[in-house]
């Protein structure tokens, strides 16, 4: 049973930067897609990135330019968050395939 965990979340003024990690136990298969999701109260989960087996990446509009997703083995898995904003305030989950979720760390961007 694969299990992921992300961790690296925290609270940052605007304009400021954070890398969040997920981690994932057992044999993920590099077959699946991995992403990050979010969801901010009241809101639903929505995609940020995504890196496919051949590091091909996708990102939503808001965070291009902004966040970096890479994946340099099969069990790791990072964002990069720069010029952070308010609205980038949510809970951020990492997923496998969409099959499996982390439990999810807290972002807060906040004057």
């Known amino acids: 049973q694969v299990q992921l965990v992300e961790s690296g979340g925290g609270s940052v003024q605007p304009g400021g930067s954070l890398s969040l990690s997920c981690a994932a136990s057992?044999?993920?298969?590099?077959?699946?897609?991995m992403g990050w999701y979010r969801q901010a109260p009241g809101k639903e989960r929505e995609l940020v990135a995504i890196i496919n087996r051949r590091g091909e990446t996708n990102y939503a509009d808001s965070v291009k330019g902004r966040f970096t997703i890479s994946r340099p083995n099969e069990n790791m898995m990072y964002l990069q968050m720069n010029s952070l904003k308010p609205e980038d305030t949510a809970v951020y989950y990492c997923t496998l395939g969409t099959m499996i979720w982390g439990q999810g760390t807290q972002v807060t961007v906040s004057s």
């Open positions: 057992g044999s993920t298969s590099s077959m699946f897609p």
